[in-house]
């Protein structure tokens, strides 16, 4: 029997995993607020503001109704601006029935409350069984996988049960799905790896060249770390796709929206008109501003993403905070984790 899977909603990224989703002979409907939008998806078959020049799977079918999108549905896949995950999971509330399988692609916190994803959802969506909330992440630029390049992600769940049956949804082959127990790690890696990829593009933009970046990479892989850890994550999941994977991908990559972004601070654009030209949404800038937060409040030090607050927020040159950065005083490359001596990070 066909299964039938909605997305929500039709930016890049929704739209390539829709694709995903077409190519396994799956019945996807696409949900987007823009009745012009849908009709062209529906009609054209092309999404031609976020991807152009692809023809879109006539398995893909459009709509502006929210509960057309997800009543009997399989399985939903949130793929929603973090900003806007709690508004859009409270639309879905009363159309969603409890044994719908929730899958979320959002790399971000709640703003206000700092929260993940998998947290949002399941306080917005009571009916469902958290423990069959699951989370794709992974290094995947949605310009390589709507044209079927080689990807591989991983999917993390509560439960194995959830985490394989998101697994047989997408998994094919060009798009090769791990799963991994780690739900915490996967939803803080595909977060923070954003706010590198800010400072690897602002460091390109400043030509600061490769070693430059190296470091960032390293050291910024460490923050994610420390901060991933001391809020229960697992630090071998940084080592996997969710974590240096996605950094890698995500900071050396002109497809990164982060890196873009960073590259245009790095050659002296504000902040408001960097983000004016981009279009769409940099997840990095808020990012940075939930991860200091979060940063004070588990007592954690994570000197780039304090300098890149500080350009972004307090009006700090991407200069000066370079030269911050490569003043500090002297430490250890390796780092105890919470006092456990099994247990080291960068």
């Not at 459009?62 to 009543?71: C, G, H, K, Q, Y």
């Not at 850890?229 to 929206?257: K, Q, W, Y």
Request: aromatic letters at 6%; a negative charge; one cysteine or more.
């Amino acid at each position: 029997m066909t299964k039938h899977v909605s997305v929500l909603v039709a930016g890049s990224w929704g739209t390539a995993l829709a694709s995903v989703l077409a190519a396994n002979d799956l019945d996807v409907t696409i949900w987007t607020r823009n009745a012009g939008q849908a009709e062209e998806i529906n009609t054209l078959h092309t999404n031609s503001r976020y991807l152009q020049d692809i023809a879109l799977s006539p398995r893909i079918r459009a709509t502006t109704s929210i509960r057309e999108a997800v009543e009997n549905k399989d399985a939903v896949v949130f793929v929603v601006p973090s900003a806007g995950m709690r508004e859009v999971a409270s639309q879905v509330r009363e159309f969603l029935s409890p044994d719908t399988l929730v899958i979320h692609a959002t790399k971000g916190f709640e703003s206000l409350t700092l929260k993940r994803m998998t947290t949002v959802l399941a306080e917005e969506l009571p009916q469902c069984d958290p423990g069959r909330i699951v989370v794709l992440s992974g290094p995947s630029h949605a310009e390589e996988v709507i044209r079927e390049c080689p990807t591989t992600v991983v999917v993390a769940s509560p439960t194995i049960e959830a985490a394989e049956a998101a697994q047989d949804l997408f998994i094919n082959s060009y798009f090769r799905v791990y799963t991994n127990p780690d739900v915490t790690g996967v939803e803080v890696g595909g977060a923070l790896k954003n706010i590198i990829a800010l400072g690897a593009g602002l460091s390109d933009g400043l030509r600061f060249g490769d070693n430059a970046k190296a470091a960032l990479l390293t050291r910024g892989l460490a923050e994610i770390a420390r901060l991933g850890a001391e809020m229960g994550a697992n630090p071998m999941t940084f080592a996997g796709l969710a974590g240096i994977g996605d950094l890698v991908v995500t900071c050396t990559s002109t497809h990164s929206r982060n890196w873009k972004a960073g590259y245009l601070l790095g050659q002296g654009e504000p902040l408001d008109q960097v983000l004016d030209k981009m279009g769409m949404v940099v997840e990095g800038v808020k990012t940075t501003k939930s991860a200091y937060a979060l940063a004070q409040e588990y007592g954690v030090t994570m000197p780039i993403t304090s300098e890149l607050h500080h350009v972004l927020f307090e009006g700090k040159t991407p200069r000066a905070a370079v030269e911050d950065l490569m003043g500090r005083g002297r430490t250890h490359e390796i780092e105890e984790v919470a006092n456990q001596t099994d247990k080291w990070i960068l």
